[in-house]
């Protein structure tokens, strides 16, 4: 009997260890992660690096909280920050729900408005307002109590009729690919259509990046990739290589509209967490890894593209891949052979969220077993 609370639906795999793009179970078995640590390891795992800088992070000052100044925490701002002149300031936290919690609060009480609007097929996290915003209908029934009907507003994945976008609308929060819902790229021009609704009527545009930031869809914000200008942008999963961290970021202006004490938290902003922000951003910068995840993604799509009924979907190292199997049978297949993937909330929809160190050998394994295992 487990001691652990029982809310996760576990694989049967138990690690022992990860290494590169690889992980190895406490059986010895040694499995390529596609999946890439749940989108958390842009770098696979135990990369050198990071390790040693984890490692003198701690040794030089463990931990202290926003009580005061660290230089390390200026440091991994300004490196989230890099080329940016629209977004200019961050407020560091510890998950990406946390990171959306600040955002929408951030939004409401500098609109004075309480509805929030989001899409069909969006995920935000399972804390109140952002699982109130989360548009996935069999999240949102995990509410644990009702919330007023004034709190959100969804619309359809790819609708022309935006009106739900009124003045009574404090903030549009979106992903920017939904990936949970089954990695559907937005209709071109949809998002820009919605940030121009959003002026209009005087709310702020809130882009989800938790999953697609980080250099993930091979621009540093994902946002760039789509043509937006977003009030705000929420980080975590990939921020801090596996270091619990998140964060929300904004303009000048929104960060000057509240005063102390209205956002806070005691983790967040750790010299370990920013310490890792700083150290990841440095490395996938150097190493050209946002280009590389242009090309990892197109090397996927072609490897696939000869496969009946396959489409592939995304962009860069957030990869979805639906076929005529159901995606739990696709990734049990796959892992009989050595290969971890994930699954989405739509049903023939796998995801991959691999680390962008992904090598072509690699990518070309993963095609090869793949292939075989949708031709047979
Ligand atoms: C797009 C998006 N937003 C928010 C979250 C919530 O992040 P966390 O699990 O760190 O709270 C996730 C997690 O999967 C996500 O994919």
């Known amino acids: 009997m487990s001691a652990l609370f029982p809310v996760y639906p576990r694989l049967d795999l138990e690690l022992a260890s990860g290494h590169g793009a690889y992980v190895k179970t406490t059986s010895g078995r040694t499995i390529l992660d596609l999946y890439g640590g749940h989108a958390v390891t842009p770098l696979g795992h135990g990369h050198r690096e990071l390790a040693d800088?984890?490692?003198?992070?701690?040794?030089?000052?463990?931990?202290?909280?926003?009580?005061?100044?660290?230089?390390?925490?200026?440091?991994?701002?300004?490196?989230?920050?890099?080329?940016?002149?629209?977004?200019?300031?961050?407020?560091?936290?510890?998950?990406?729900?946390?990171?959306?919690?600040?955002?929408?609060?951030?939004?409401?009480?500098?609109?004075?408005?309480?509805?929030?609007?989001?899409?069909?097929?969006?995920?935000?996290?399972?804390?109140?307002?952002?699982?109130?915003?989360?548009?996935?209908?069999?999240?949102?029934?995990?509410?644990?109590?009702?919330?007023?009907?004034?709190?959100?507003?969804?619309?359809?994945?790819?609708?022309?009729?935006?009106?739900?976008?009124?003045?009574?609308?404090?903030?549009?929060?979106?992903?920017?690919?939904?990936?949970?819902?089954?990695?559907?790229?937005?209709?071109?021009?949809?998002?820009?259509?919605?940030?121009?609704?959003?002026?209009?009527?005087?709310?702020?545009?809130?882009?989800?990046?938790?999953?697609?930031?980080?250099?993930?869809?091979?621009?540093?914000?994902?946002?760039?990739?789509?043509?937006?200008?977003?009030?705000?942008?929420?980080?975590?999963?990939?921020?801090?290589?596996?270091?619990?961290?998140?964060?929300?970021?904004?303009?000048?202006?929104?960060?000057?509209?509240?005063?102390?004490?209205?956002?806070?938290?005691?983790?967040?902003?750790?010299?370990?967490?920013c310490t890792m922000v700083a150290k990841t951003a440095q490395i996938i910068r150097r190493d050209g890894l946002m280009e590389r995840n242009v090309e990892l993604f197109e090397r996927i799509r072609k490897g696939l593209s000869g496969l009946e009924g396959v489409t592939v979907r995304g962009a860069g190292a957030l990869i979805g891949v639906e076929t005529p199997m159901p995606a739990g049978e696709l990734r049990a297949a796959l892992l009989e052979r050595d290969i971890l993937i994930g699954v989405s909330g739509h049903g023939h929809t796998a995801r991959l969220l691999p680390p962008y160190i992904l090598t072509d050998e690699q990518i070309d394994h993963f095609v090869q077993v793949a292939g075989e295992v949708l031709d047979a």
């Not at 560091?92 to 729900?97: M, R």
């Not at 990171?99 to 109140?128: I, P, Q």
């Not at 209908?137 to 609708?159: A, C």
């Not at 250099?215 to 801090?240: C, M």
């Open 53 to 273: 800088a984890l490692n003198a992070a701690y040794r030089t000052l463990d931990f202290y909280s926003n009580s005061l100044h660290m230089p390390i925490q200026e440091q991994a701002a300004e490196a989230v920050l890099e080329g940016q002149s629209h977004l200019s300031r961050v407020h560091f936290v510890n998950s990406g729900t946390e990171a959306n919690e600040s955002a929408l609060h951030l939004a409401r009480r500098v609109t004075g408005r309480t509805t929030v609007v989001s899409l069909s097929n969006g995920f935000h996290g399972r804390t109140l307002a952002s699982l109130s915003a989360t548009g996935i209908q069999g999240y949102r029934d995990r509410l644990s109590v009702p919330v007023p009907e004034s709190w959100s507003r969804r619309i359809d994945f790819g609708s022309p009729d935006l009106s739900a976008i009124d003045e009574t609308v404090a903030a549009v929060i979106l992903e920017s690919v939904p990936s949970l819902g089954g990695v559907f790229m937005p209709p071109k021009g949809w998002y820009r259509e919605i940030a121009k609704r959003c002026e209009k009527v005087g709310a702020l545009l809130i882009v989800d990046e938790v999953q697609g930031g980080v250099g993930r869809l091979g621009t540093w914000f994902g946002h760039e990739l789509l043509g937006v200008q977003p009030d705000i942008v929420t980080l975590a999963k990939s921020l801090g290589s596996g270091f619990p961290v998140g964060a929300m970021v904004t303009t000048e202006a929104l960060a000057q509209a509240v005063g102390f004490g209205e956002l806070g938290t005691t983790f967040g902003g750790g010299p370990m967490a």
